[in-house]
T-cell receptor, first 114, second 113 residues
Framework: DTEVTQTPKHLVMGMTNKKSLKCEQHMGHRAMYWYKQKAKKPPELMFVYSYEKLSINESVPSRFSPECPNSSLLNLHLHALQPEDSALYLC?????????????FGPGTRLTVT | ELKVEQNPLFLSMQEGKNYTIYCNYSTTSDRLYWYRQDPGKSLESLFVLLSNGAVKQEGRLMASLDTKARLSTLHITAAVHDLSATYFCAVDPNNNAGNMLTFGGGTRLMVKP
């Protein structure tokens, strides 16, 4: 099974709402990632978790709060977002370690902030 | 800061023609990936290149890596309409800080009948 799943597929939220994005993989990968992709732009790395610990935070605003409850799950909690945060949010997973490993991407959550 | 540049950013080509997409990067790395993205969809892994001189082929696509020149190419042979998509290269900077990918700007490929 080489699938990464993400829910919901689409999300519309107001600037005062709190919502969460969910990502799940069952490939035994110990590294998981959140990316943000604006229209017609490449993905931009937001966070990296390695062995359930946050290892990289690419200076992401605190209104985005990641969480890795276990090795298969990754959440992204959203609070007080701005319209410019509207984008496709992609989750990915890979093996972890000092080597370089292929990342498998989920289908993404398309977020619209109104 | 690692910079990854692709060119061209947009490519319109006829079916049956050949073309090459270029990916240049600014720091030493021997870890390069190519992905395909269809409109509104996620990224599909095409090739993983992990050494100088690596060459991989799948169907009408062939990717290569020259780490000394800091250059990867994605060659398209006898293009067909189904290859229409956006292609991204991505580089991992070898800094053991985790698999941090920096993506190129993407090449939007349109293959016309």
């Amino acid at each position: 099974d080489t699938e990464v799943t993400q829910t919901p597929k689409h999300l519309v939220m107001g600037m005062t709402n709190k919502k969460s994005l969910k990502c799940e993989q069952h490939m035994g990968h110990r590294a998981m990632y959140w990316y943000k992709q604006k229209a017609k732009k490449p993905p931009e790395l937001m966070f990296v978790y390695s062995y359930e610990k946050l290892s990289i935070n690419e200076s992401v605003p605190s209104r985005f709060s990641p969480e890795c409850p276990n090795s298969s799950l990754l959440n992204l909690h959203l609070h007080a977002l701005q319209p410019e945060d509207s984008a496709l949010y992609l989750c990915a997973s890979s093996q972890s370690g000092t080597g370089s490993y292929e990342q498998y991407f989920g289908p993404g959550t398309r977020l619209t902030v109104t | 800061e690692l910079k990854v540049e692709q060119n061209p950013l947009f490519l319109s080509m006829q079916e049956g023609k050949n073309y090459t997409i270029y990916c240049n990067y600014s720091t030493t790395s021997d870890r390069l990936y190519w992905y395909r993205q269809d409109p509104g969809k996620s990224l599909e892994s095409l090739f993983v290149l992990l050494s100088n001189g690596a060459v991989k082929q799948e169907g009408r696509l062939m990717a290569s890596l020259d780490t000394k020149a800091r250059l990867s190419t994605l060659h398209i042979t006898a293009a067909v309409h189904d290859l229409s998509a956006t292609y991204f290269c991505a580089v991992d900077p070898n800094n053991n800080a985790g698999n941090m990918l920096t993506f190129g700007g993407g090449t939007r490929l349109m293959v016309k009948p």
